[in-house]
Every structure is written in C-alpha cells, then in structure tokens.
C-alpha cells in the first residue's frame, strides 16, 4: 500500500492581505484577467466533518489530535451575510453553503434565514443552496426549508452499505442518507446527489446509483476522483474519466447529450433516452464533472469563502485573501469591502486544471493546495 502525503504547512496559517484600492469600485461588470465573471460563491460554514472520506478527510491526518479552527476565529453569521450582500452588489447570483459539514454548524437554518432575504440589485431571488454528506438531512430539511433554502446536493458515493462504510469510513450506514433524501423531497428541496468516482473503489457502484435515481427526479452527477489539497494521496491512475463513466451508463441505459442549463456550469448533462431515443424528462438526468480529464476552467465563474473569512480564487488554490481582518481591525465600509473584492477578482489568473497536464509529475507533488475540506467541494 502506498504511503499517504501528509501536509508539512498549515495553510490555514498563511494569508494574504485583502487591500483597499486607492480608487473605489465604481460598479459595472466585475471580469478577471480572462474575462469571466464572478456569478457564485461558495461559502464555508465549519472545517469540521462527520465523515472521514479518504479522498476528502482521510482519518491519517484528521484524527483526534487534529487541530480545528477556534469557534471564535470563524465568521459569525451578521459577518457572513454581510459579505454576501457585498458579493451580490458585485455580480454574485447564486451561494452554496458548504463545509467541512455545514449542518454541524449550530443554528444554521438562521444563517439561510438572513441569506434568504438578501436580493439582488434588479431585486430578484438569490439561488440559495448547501451541500451536504445527508447524514443530518432527516432532522434538518424542514428546518432549511422553512428558513429559505431552495435546493441541496447531497455527497453519496455508491449505494451498497459495505461501499459506502468503506468510502465514509466512519462506518455510516448508506440507509440514513437515503432517509434524509427523502426528507428533502418530502420538505420540498431541490435535490441533486454527487458521487465520487475512484477507480477500484467504488466504479461498481455507477450503474446501481444511475439505476437507483432515474425517474426519481432527482440528477445524479458523477465527479472525477481530484488532486485537491495533500492530505488524499492522490493518483491519476485511481481517476475514473466521466467518459468511461457514461459509457458504462450507456451499456444499460441509452442517453442523450443536453446543453448546458447555465453559463459556467461544470456538469456535462445527460439524459435519458425513451425508446424513440428521445430525452424524456420524466426519466431524469445524470451529469458528469470531469476537472480532471477535461478542464472547465475558460468558463469558471466560482469565488470560495473559508469559514474564518478567506477568499479564495480556486478549488486548488494555496493561499487566500483575508477578508475577515479587513472586515474586523480596520472597520471597513462595505464600499471597502467591496473595492478590495473587485481589485482581487480583477487581477485573477487561475487555471490550474488547464495547466495540470503540462507540470512535471515532480511540480505536481510539490505544489501547496487548501485543503478541500477547508473550502468546500
């Protein structure tokens, strides 16, 4: 068994410094350095999980002696809403809280509450929605529902129970994440389901999860096995490419290729064929994210927010911008705020998927990335 990759650098310590420009943000459309927008934010809620998920937070590395942030390092809710108003001023439509876990964080349906109310400048609805492993679905859902949440994606890596204890490996059963998708779609959420391919893991488990979820409607999206962070002991050769994951959808289900629903989006859509080998509908669709094999990057339109208030421009990011410490010791307006985010945005240039392929094996290894739990999926 190879050995794992452990972290030597916290980077969670390191930051950079969100400055104020000299001159204010003046509004108008918020593009980087290759012209993509900024349209969704990902919000970090806690850094803690329930689950141990080997390519995500294996228990090596995240165990008892782990150290977690302090409670009063992270942002509070007043805190978060009120960067999220910020980001909705600058082009921000859709936010996804995320983790770690979110529904560990206490009280969290008052955070979707205050979220909930924000509008945008021409006083539409913001798309609202969270991530979830599902394990706390059965006694939450009503709750976010209620709150305002519109829709979740709940984490199911396969549906067999001895795969799934395995792939969570805090030997969860499968049968109480089913119950909280249910929950859901009793509540009334929108529901997508994630799986995570690893290649000798849970491949096995493509066809039954397909199986189990058309017609159900309910989208299934398939996600290539990624390099984000250190601690997951990442291989190429364990990444299943969603091309052989559709084929093998294919072998028992025939389906057609659809557009994109919307501009960024990182899912490729697929959906079920009738037998005039038309997309039906009512049979649902499965979805394929494929940042490993087949890069989106030209499209990105995603900023994450870390629990403790760090912006960050990429899923395989090292460092991020400290928003909290300009929010709290130097009193900044939200004109403030808002000036230093757009001043960020405009000078990025991250691509590192596209650019995966052409660094050495060697460069690869060595580069520093945050953590996913930290940030979010």
Request: glycine residues 8%.
């Amino acid at each position: 068994m190879s050995e794992r990759v452990i972290p030597l650098v916290d980077q969670r310590l390191s930051a950079l410094r969100a400055e104020v420009p000299a001159n204010e943000w003046q509004g108008g459309p918020l593009l980087d350095q290759l012209h993509r927008p900024l349209h969704d934010l990902r919000i970090s809620v806690t850094d803690r999980c329930n689950f141990r998920c080997n390519y995500c937070m294996p228990k090596e590395v995240f165990n008892k002696d782990y150290s977690y942030l302090p409670h009063g390092d992270l942002l509070n809710f007043e805190e978060i809403t009120r960067l999220a108003k910020v980001f909705v001023g600058l082009g921000v439509r859709k936010i996804r809280l995320t983790g770690g876990e979110p529904l560990l964080r206490k009280n969290l349906e008052i955070l979707v509450s205050q979220l909930a109310q924000i509008q945008t400048p021409d006083r539409s609805k913001l798309d609202l929605t969270l991530t979830t492993n599902g394990s706390l679905l059965t006694k939450k859902a009503q709750q976010l529902k209620d709150a305002g949440l519109d829709r979740i994606t709940v984490s199911l890596d396969g549906l067999d129970d001895a795969v799934f204890r395995v792939m969570n490996d805090v030997d969860f059963p499968v049968r109480d994440v089913l119950d909280g998708i249910e929950a859901a779609q009793k509540a009334g959420l929108g529901i997508k389901v994630n799986m995570v391919v690893k290649r000798q893991t849970n491949t096995n488990q493509i066809v039954p999860m397909a199986k189990h979820f058309r017609g159900s409607g309910i989208a299934l999206r398939f996600i290539e096995y990624m390099d984000v962070g250190a601690t997951n002991g990442w291989r190429m050769n364990e990444v299943l490419s969603s091309a052989e994951v559709v084929a093998l959808v294919q072998q028992v289900y025939p389906l057609v290729l659809l557009p994109a629903s919307t501009t960024g989006e990182t899912a490729q859509r697929w959906g079920y064929a009738d037998a005039s080998g038309k997309f039906d509908p009512a049979l649902g669709e499965i979805g394929v994210i494929s940042s490993v094999t087949q890069a989106f990057c030209g499209t990105c339109n995603r900023a994450r927010l870390s629990t403790e208030g760090k912006l960050y421009l990429c899923l395989f990011a090292s460092l991020g911008y400290d928003l909290r410490e300009l929010m709290r010791d130097r009193n900044a307006s939200d004109a403030n705020l808002a000036s230093s985010i757009a001043n960020i945005w405009d000078h990025r240039d991250d691509r590192y998927s596209e650019l995966r392929a052409s660094l050495s094996p060697d460069a690869n290894a060595k580069t520093q990335r945050v953590e996913m739990s930290y940030i979010g999926g």
